[in-house]
């Protein structure tokens, strides 16, 4: 006898278009789970805020723009972010991702593991919530899964106590990263080449901060919305603006979202995935009013929104002690001396692909700007160009790296709706006093460790990376203190699940992708188990299986 799935089903409420699967957002975590559910047979609609796709950008054209038409063409979020940090309010283009693909349109592909500390206490590094509602066993196994899906290539980390199988080995590096690992491991540290999504095609340029051209970057529109597509069980809408989260008191129902045609229609689903990033998901659930949930689905305990986390960023520039060729690959190089010190929480270092050129340290500045609390400073854009000559000039072979300061989530800090403009995002960050300490001893560290290289410190203050937003429907299992459960299901509502960085309740001393990528094929799997209980698969997977079960005699 089948398992059933109550309340669902083409009898249910409302219009009669149903799915198994409502994915709203279609970034690393909604197209990696869409991807994994329609290969286990089931039927998935896709609901994008961006475009489908985006035209070669020409190789000239580099600014960032500011009219949102023009930012969609390019995969960037459209609208400003509005950030109140510490009471100063500022608004800003954060570096987010919008369309097929998400952010992963834009990132460098840099995608590692977290350690086991960040999921769960080791010796002498007690985990700040006690740990994950979820083992680090739980993940580590679907984190071999995604380095494959997302055809990941690096080296072993030397200081790794629970790495998996080796990665495919990348190409060489270039002869100046080549040069600076030798550097590195001469003044006794721990360097190996970072763990990162490119295929290296011929011409790859290791494309961050764009669309890659050339199909080389592991994007999760190439990895999984495509196949998804191409296997018939899945359909993507783009140019959608989902509006609410149809619910009653127990279940979703399905969904409510605006087309391009700014007509409004209605979509039902067996289950609900909301991936629509760490802004935008808590957001939609305050969004989705009604006399059940009448602070917004799942607030009953006022958590959704908040324990936002950022990880902060230490940017700094080595010398190599020999000039060498710039060509070749060139976001080669990670460390994690110092992911934790004396019991403290820091993070990992990586190269950036980036050199102290021209326009890296214009780019630099024109974010320090943005960042400020002066917005008239913008005014100034134009004429940032001469000081970032003059320091191109001083730094000449300066390669850039970055130091990743893990944040730790706090009830303060959070997102918000914006009264008048409900689509907008809208955060309220408080810097405790421990970040600031963490930071400023990563500073330290990095200027002693690296002292044989000339380390030159770009942050000269605590850097928020707004592009790393997590924590806002943090998993756990109280639902007074939580919004998710450890199968990332929204407490009190049993068909909805949270699968982008919204749902960790710590945010790790690295990029979070993989780690959004391991844990939606493990949510899949999940869904997928409670979707075939009751029967919701696809007539030939059905088929299928009652040919193999009986050729097998079951």
Known sequence: MKAEIAGCGPSGPGPEEWWDVIVVGAGLGGATIGHRLTQAGHRVLFLEKGKAGFPPLAAHDVAEPEDAAERLDRAYWPDRVSVTVDGHATEMFAPLGCGAGGSSQLYAATLERFERSDIESVEGLPHPTGGWPIRWADLHRYYGEAERLYRIVGTMD?????????????????????????????IGLNPYRLHVGFAYLPGCGECGGKPCPMRCKSDSRLICVEPALAGGRATLRSECEVLRIDADAARAHGVTYRGADGAERSVRAHMVVLA????????????????AWPTGLANRADQVGRHLMFHVNEWFAVWPRRRASHVGPRKTIGLRDFYAKDGVRLGSIQSTGLSASGY???????????????????RLFPLLKIPAKIAAKLFGEATVFVMIVEDLG????????????PGR???????????RQRSRMARKLIGKAFRGLRPFPFSFD?????????GTCRAGTDPATSVVDGDCRVHGVDNLYIVDSAFMPTSGGTNLGLTIIANALRVGDIISTRLRAAGVVAAEVQDAALVAATTLGV
């Open 158 to 186: 030397p200081l790794a106590q629970d790495d998996g199988p080796a990665l495919p080995t990348p190409p060489p590096a270039s002869a100046v990263d080549a040069e600076l690992m030798d550097n590195m491991a001469g």
């Open 276 to 291: 629509a990033g760490a802004y935008r998901s808590p957001a939609l659930l305050l969004q989705s009013t009604s006399p």
């Open 360 to 378: 890296h340290v214009y780019r630099f500045l024109v974010d320090l700007v943005e960042r400020s609390r002066l917005p008239k400073l913008r």
């Open 410 to 421: 706090y009830p303060e800090n959070r997102v918000v709706l914006d009264p008048k403009a």
């Open 425 to 435: 995002i809208r955060v309220h960050y408080t810097v405790r006093d421990e970040l």
């Open 462 to 470: 605590l850097q928020l990376n707004y592009g790393h937003a997590c």
